[in-house]
């Protein structure tokens, strides 16, 4: 079996699963921990920010300041202050090492790593590299990923970071937690 992925493949698999709507979502695989917000509104919160993110026309694999923002943001509307961080992200199995620079979200004593169930169709990394999303304390965080800071993203900068999309996400989003009555 080839060690490389087909970028043509990954594309037309990910095309697939939207018009039959079956993309994954990170609740498929979420680790989770802690007593913040129970794990049925941690599995919305991630979910609809992934739903939001994967509108991106290759998936959400390359997502993640994106998908770390409306995750940020959701929390700010249920009257928690979060960060956004970027820096590299460590994971490894017993077979592969892959590091990349990636985006995550910390508030109090939890990490969030939610959008790490599509690293397996970002054709730069390895294909037996599978980590699972994580949403819980920090030092309960799986062993098979490291992270390293290199800075936070403040609310003000989002906007000169991301797209218009992100703008019309975030209306989605806080739609989407009222009609659930989450806020």
């Known amino acids: 079996m080839s060690e490389h992925k087909n970028p043509l493949q990954i594309f037309e698999n990910i095309r697939k699963q939207k018009i039959e ?8 695989k979420l680790i989770t921990n802690g ?3 129970n794990p049925e509104d941690r ?3 991630i979910d609809i920010s992934a739903a939001l993110v994967d509108q991106a026309y290759g998936g959400r694999s390359d997502m993640c ?3 770390a923002c409306l995750v940020r943001y959701a929390l700010n509307l249920l009257g928690h202050e979060a960060d956004v961080c970027i820096g590299d992200a460590k994971y490894s199995n017993n077979e592969v090492k892959f590091t990349w620079e990636h985006s995550w979200v910390e508030f109090e004593e939890y990490i969030i790593d939610g959008n790490v169930d599509t690293m397996i169709e970002n054709p730069a990394v390895p294909m037996r590299l599978d980590p699972k999303p994580y949403w819980g304390k920090a030092a309960n965080m799986p062993t098979d990923r490291i992270f390293a800071i290199n800075k936070k993203v403040s609310e003000s900068e989002e906007t000169e970071i991301l797209d218009s999309a992100y703008i019309e996400w975030k209306h989605r989003l806080k739609h989407f937690l009222e009609s659930q009555k989450m806020i």
């Open 21 to 28: 709507r079956n993309r994954p979502f990170p609740s498929d």
């Open 35 to 37: 007593e913040f917000l």
């Open 43 to 45: 599995k919305k919160v």
């Open 65 to 67: 300041i994106y998908f």
